[in-house]
């Protein structure tokens, strides 16, 4: 009695599943399609639909087909906070960053992105100022609450220590980004911001300029004594001792560009060149300079940092180092989304190089 009842419910539904699955059909729903909607219509169990998602080997090859060609058909793409919960890991990988230029956070999370399309993992940013006692609490509560798979840390935050300690003590993986090497090799993408202020240090003296002037970032920043030593070593190597009157501490900002500049050309003698660690300042130098009546590169040679659009679109356009910040985010989340145990030997690098355009040239006899 049993059988005879069972066998025709199994020939039914297995008919049913079959005819609702076809991916020629056109199916419709009322509102955003679920992952329960996927199961029931192409006859499978929300766990199967799971495996598929997750691109199990369990899966019947004709099973996975139909249940793709279903889910493209309906626009469906998994919740990455629901899958967490359902496999007990998260699938978002987090980005800390404290208050740096906006392209420069556009170009990183970009990068980031290239490395997780198609691989089921989101981005989530975090801001923070990491000028405050607390944010290393806050930093820890949104890793905790988000359930992060992993966090990229770029600079301020990634120079942080005690940040760093912090990730660890609750289980979290990290890349940091920095200009030198900080941690062990699998947490680190260094950017070798040293190397690249001695080759603007260089390109400035072999064009013939003698008297210089320097715009930092903040002192608290790690790329502003690697860029700004960097430089310094450069002109030292070429027998030139830059004065620490003809250097200014900046914010990174174009108003603190300005200001720098300001100070600067109001030396005697007036630098012919101007190294500034960012973009940013670098505009804020063309403002100053165009205030005084001096020309660029005529009067006054000018160099950035970042080859960020700013420096193309500017006029002249600026000469700079380009710093690959795609790439950079690019490999951070490549690096969480590996195995730990394929990690590197050695950090992962970026090499920044010189870009010459137009706010170079040599100085006037």
Known sequence: MTDTTSRPRRRVRTTTASAT???????????????????????VSKKTVSRVINDSPLVH????????????????????QARGLAFRRSFLIGLVYDNPTAQFIVNMQYGALDALRDSGYELVVHPCDSSKEDYID??????????????????????????????????VRYVRIASIPLDQASNM??????????????????????TLGLITGPRRYRSTIERGGGFLAGLAERGIELPPDYMFEGGYTFESGVAGAEYLLAKSPRPTAIFACNDEMAAGVYKAA?????????????????????????????????????????????????NEAAAPAVPRTVTPQLVVRDSSQRPKA
């Open 290 to 338: 165009m205030r005084r009546g001096l020309s660029i590169p005529g009067d006054l040679s000018v160099v950035g940092y970042d080859d960020s659009p700013l420096a193309s679109q500017l006029w002249p356009a600026l000469t700079t180092i380009h710093s690959p910040i795609r790439d950079l985010g690019r490999q951070a989340a490549q690096m969480l989304l590996a």
């Open 61 to 80: 090859p004709e099973t996975r087909e139909k249940v793709l060609a279903l889910m493209k058909q309906l626009g469906y793409s998994p919740d990455p």
């Open 21 to 43: 699955a076809a991916p020629s059909d056109p199916v419709t729903l009322a509102g955003k399609a679920t992952i329960n909607d996927i199961a029931r219509l192409t006859g």
């Open 189 to 210: 993408v260094v950017t070798h911001d040293r190397r690249a202020g001695t080759e603007a240090a260089n390109y400035l003296e072999s064009l013939g300029h003698r």
């Open 138 to 171: 806050g930093v820890r509560r949104f890793a905790q609450q988000q359930k992060l798979h992993g966090v990229i840390l770029i600079p301020r935050v990634s120079e942080d220590e005690q940040l760093a300690t912090a990730l660890r003590e609750i289980g």
